[in-house]
């Protein structure tokens, strides 16, 4: 069987992650129209006043990654899916205070 | 190969209507979506409730797989007779994204093709792909490199999409914790027609720890000590991430006194973590008649009522 073999060192999404609103679009290969919408939904919060000055962490990533899963596989909205990340957050956090 | 029975996948009769098929996938969907589950199988159930729903919700494809669909238990053995689709069309379905199908649904419907008609030049970007990597708390501690392997389809010369593994070695930075990503650019799904590849976002997940547990960027370890070392103080050795250290524990401590290490934890270039060492207090057992008796002085010259506080 074939196998290919490479070795790669990536982008770690951390707490140091920073990017401005051209990266995220790169990143998640969305649009810059539709980050703005999810701003305006509260989906995402970014750091920053103006579009120009806008910057976003790790969490930021991982949030429009799963929004835009929710909206392509279960047909959930920008709203709707901001409704559900918080959920799951909120369950996460209980989960993590279980003993 | 096995036998996949969709309508017990989607958990409905054989004679479910149109309307019925829709909103049992619904429901599925929702449930087991691997944003959502915490069911460790969940992307396997979404995938095959994705690929029944895919074959049901289609008339000509239900016809089709109706056709000796009947006679098949799920899970059995199973090769489709010869030419057993004849006189079936199937145009291209709308599965959302995904490119993968099970071996029983390309045995059946035939394989995705990419050699798109039409004469234009059809190029795209391969899709982005998740994984989660396990990794120990000493990985995350010094950094490592992993090897993984990813299932992985690729386009042989016919066309045909097969699933091939794909061996990645992964550098694992220093510090990482739980739940961080790393991002690969272009080690996703390979582009289509020259299209560049998707990104590879690797998610990390600690293995269980028999001494340490990680919360975030903390370290937390429960440390047995004697009476005497928690009555008297001590210098006592406790072993972390990086090493073996000396830890002070002051005279008068109780079960449960946290005492923190600072930067002992999971730390980075510019993030720092801690390991909170949290005391638990063992008595020895008496076994000689004289151990017993130090038991029974102690009782004598160190008169104590630990349930002062509930009035007994």
Not at chain 2, 46 to 63: H, M, Q, T, Y
Not at chain 2, 98 to 121: C, I, P, Q, V, Y
Not at chain 2, 145 to 173: A, E, F
Not at chain 2, 280 to 303: F, G
Request: hydrophobic share 35%; charged share 25%; glycine share 10%.
């Amino acid at each position: 069987m074939e196998k290919k073999i490479s070795v790669c060192s990536g982008m770690v999404l951390d707490e140091d992650t920073c990017l401005n609103l051209a990266r995220l679009c790169r990143i998640c290969n969305v649009s810059a129209d539709l980050i703005s919408d999810m701003i305006d939904e509260g989906l995402i919060v970014p750091k920053g006043d103006t579009p120009e000055s806008w910057y976003f962490g790790a969490v930021e990533v991982r949030r429009v990654q799963t929004a835009i899963r929710l909206q392509q596989d279960l047909r959930i909205n920008i709203p709707g899916a901001a409704l559900v990340l918080d959920l799951l957050e909120e369950i996460e956090e209980l989960r993590r205070r279980l003993p | 190969m096995e036998f996949k029975d969709y309508y017990k996948i989607l958990g409905i009769a054989k004679d479910a209507s149109q309307d019925e098929i829709k909103r049992a996938y619904r429901r599925l969907a929702r449930k087991y979506h691997p944003d959502i589950s915490k069911e460790p199988d969940a992307e396997q159930k979404f995938k095959d409730i994705g690929e029944a729903n895919e074959v049901l919700s289609d008339p000509e494809k239900r016809a089709a797989y109706d056709k000796f669909g009947s006679n098949w238990q799920h899970g059995q053995e199973f090769d489709p007779p010869p030419d057993w689709d004849a006189g079936f069309e199937f145009s291209g379905g709308g599965y959302t994204g995904s490119t993968a199908h099970s071996d029983f649904f390309e045995e059946l419907f035939g394989r995705t093709h990419f050699s798109r008609g039409g004469g234009a030049t059809f190029r795209m970007q391969g899709e982005d792909q998740h994984a989660k990597v396990l990794i120990t708390l000493a990985d995350a501690y010094h950094g490592a490199r992993k090897t993984i392997t990813l299932q992985r389809p690729v386009v042989d010369s016919g066309g045909h999409v097969r699933t091939k593994p794909h061996t990645l070695h992964v550098t694992i930075p220093k510090g990482i914790i739980e739940g961080q990503r790393i991002r690969l650019e272009g080690q996703g799904m390979p582009g289509y027609g020259g299209g560049p590849g998707g990104d590879l976002f690797l998610e990390i997940a600690f293995a269980e720890d028999p001494i340490f547990r990680a919360d975030k960027r903390d370290i937390h370890l429960t440390l047995p000590v004697t009476p005497w070392e928690a009555a008297l103080g001590a210098s006592i050795t406790v072993p972390t991430l990086g090493g073996k250290v000396q830890l002070s524990i002051p005279p008068n401590s109780q079960t449960g006194k946290k005492l923190r290490l600072k930067g002992r934890g999971l730390c980075t270039a510019t993030q720092q973590g801690d390991q909170y060492v949290t005391l638990k207090v063992v008595i020895p057992q008496p076994e000689t008649e004289e151990q017993r008796r130090l038991y029974r002085e102690m009782a004598k010259s160190m008169p104590f009522n630990p349930r002062s506080h509930m009035g007994v």
